[in-house]
């Protein structure tokens, strides 16, 4: 194998790609830096790099502004919202694939639940969970405005439908064979489903509930409008620190790093799964 | 039980879940729409009005101005995460080094949350603290208002936009250009085509449905943007960074209107669908074909 020559234009590429790589980085960096940051010296006009990190606006984000709490509620919300898209998602678009329904009107209905402007969605919304929230069983799921079962129930319905979609190409790749042998050796439709499409169909679920998983926890709108203070989210709570005294950077930069860090650290892990996820429903339609 | 009995019990809870909670809030916006609400009133009688509150709509200056606003936002800024996002996947598809960690890296934007990321641009743009002016200044040019002055506020969030999404459509430009099928491209290269000819004739023809589907995502998506204005701008300075979506939150949960909001917001998906539909169309023939071909 002849060595390949390096070429100015490899040299250019790679300068012109890292250049823009820095220009994407750079907001996630300085957010990282500012939330360890003193406060005397995140208000200054020319901005300051190197300086001896602080914790206290972690400190203040944790014991002032319940982060904790929040934290857990994100956690709570994503994944259940995301186990229970898994399971209905992947039964309904099992059947998409093999069995058809709906004859391929099937993406287009997808598409056309994300067209929804979501406000027109809200009111119902809290309407539907306000009421079911006064009755008995609501308050046992805990359902009802500031609760999580509602913020389950809200994620699971955003995410289904491009769950599906996502799915359903990962099943309709596996090979029909493999189920008919195994139904003629006396399987059951759903133990076929069981013991032989899924295990299968394992990374197009995993890539599936990674998506569900960063849809939920990064969801504003929903969730500041039908929370208070109870189920409240990260994400929202970054927002809690526009007061009506100012800004406070350092801990809004903390919350922020809180809120933005674990998903890209997840990401990142996870990165050959995502693209995977990303590319699958694009490419393989 | 027959094949297509099954099929439908398996589908059941997710079609109940999303007729419960996707088709009843539509039904009962649409409802909203054609009556008269007041909210503040207090009062539950709910006016048949009919059209209504449609007509007020189309002839209302703010809600006209928000939706011309959101149209212009969504052009410009899916039009550069476009030109963008395949340019720099033609130019990272071509990498000699390092492919695999700066595809990662790359990934990082769309991981974070809007809101969130969305208000530490806000520090970055700051007129006085902000690192933007701070590097303007080094530069010896005039530092800018980004988020104050109407005239570049939009402009600001279309940046913040194109800043988080291009990855996306890099990414997914990316593998597609890496599972294009070698065989054309050998041939085109046998009979001597020229760059230029190859991109146009072979390259962007195979990668069109991606392309369109990429379009239609990050159309829909621009056009209802809201977190990051809800935590940065609030539609501010004025109404210039009023997108829709905010404008119906004004509307609705502000001044509680929700049946002036519902009528609008059923006009905007009535604009959304015809948008798509122009685009969908040819791209589910074919997945119609394709599926029907597989088994």
């Known amino acids: ?285 | 039980m027959s094949d297509g009995a099954y099929g439908m019990l398996l589908v059941s809870p997710a079609i109940v879940i999303l007729l419960f909670f996707g088709v009843f809030p539509l039904i009962y916006a649409i409802n909203l729409s054609l009556r008269h609400v007041d909210m503040t009133t207090g009062s539950n009688v709910w006016n048949f009005v009919g059209l209504d509150n449609f007509r007020y709509a189309l002839s209302d200056k703010a809600f006209i101005g928000a939706l011309i606003r959101t149209g212009l936002f969504a052009v410009i800024s899916v039009g550069v995460q476009m030109s963008l996002g395949i340019s720099l996947a033609f130019l990272i598809n071509r990498l000699k080094w390092f492919k695999g960690i700066i595809r990662a890296l790359f990934l990082l934007p769309i991981a974070a949350a809007p809101a969130a990321v969305g208000m530490i641009w806000r520090y970055l743009y700051d007129s006085e603290f902000g690192v933007f002016n701070a590097a303007l200044k080094v530069l010896n040019i005039q530092p800018l208002n980004w988020l104050g002055n109407k005239n570049i506020a939009l402009f600001s969030i279309i940046i913040f936009d194109v800043w988080q999404w291009t990855p996306f459509v890099l990414m997914i430009t990316l593998a597609a250009l890496q599972s294009l099928p070698r065989e054309p491209f050998e041939a085109a290269a046998l009979d001597a085509a020229s760059n230029f000819r190859v991109l146009r004739k072979l390259t962007f023809p195979l990668l069109s449905p991606v392309l369109t589907l990429i379009f239609i995502l990050r159309s829909i998506d621009a056009a209802r943007l809201y977190d990051p204005i809800a935590t940065t701008t609030r539609g501010g300075p004025g109404a210039a960074t009023e997108t829709v979506t905010f404008f119906l939150y004004r509307i609705g949960l502000k001044q509680f209107r929700m049946d002036h909001a519902s009528a609008m917001s059923l006009i905007i998906l009535f604009i959304i669908i015809v948008f798509s539909g122009f685009l969908l169309r040819p791209l589910l023939k074919r997945q119609g074909e394709k599926a029907r071909t597989k088994y």
């Open chain 1, 1 to 285: 194998m002849r060595p390949e020559k390096v070429t100015h234009m490899d040299i250019l590429r790679m300068s012109i790609v890292i250049g823009v790589l820095i220009f994407t980085l750079f907001p996630i960096f300085w957010m990282i830096l500012t939330s360890v940051k003193p406060t005397e010296l995140i208000l200054r006009t020319s901005p300051i790099l190197f300086f001896k990190p602080t914790l206290e606006h972690f400190k203040y984000a944790f014991e002032q502004a319940s982060f904790a709490h929040y934290i857990s509620n994100t956690l709570i919300v994503s994944l259940g919202s995301t186990i229970i898209v898994v399971i209905t998602g992947s039964l309904a678009s099992y059947a998409f694939a093999r069995y058809n329904i709906g004859q391929g009107n099937l993406m287009f209905f997808i598409l056309t639940t994300r067209m929804m402007p979501a406000i027109a969605v809200v009111l119902p919304f809290f309407v539907i969970f306000r009421t079911v929230g006064q009755s008995g069983i609501g308050q046992f799921l805990q359902l009802g405005l500031d609760r999580v079962g509602t913020l389950i129930i809200c994620y699971t319905v955003f995410n289904l439908p491009f769950a599906i979609w996502l799915m359903h190409s990962f099943f309709q790749d596996i090979p029909t064979e493999l189920e008919d042998s195994a139904r003629l050796d006396g399987y059951t439709r759903f133990k076929v489903f069981v013991k032989v499409v899924l295990p299968l169909a394992a990374p197009g679920i995993a890539v599936t509930a990674i998506f569900c998983l960063l849809f939920s926890w990064n969801e504003f709108l929903f969730a500041s409008v039908l929370t208070r203070d109870v189920a409240r989210t990260i994400t929202v709570g970054v927002g809690d620190f526009w007061t009506l005294r100012g800004i406070l950077w350092g801990p809004l930069s903390a919350a922020a790093t809180v809120c933005v860090l674990p998903m890209i650290a997840f990401a990142l892990v996870l990165q050959r799964w995502i693209v995977r996820g990303l590319t699958f429903g694009a490419v393989r339609g």
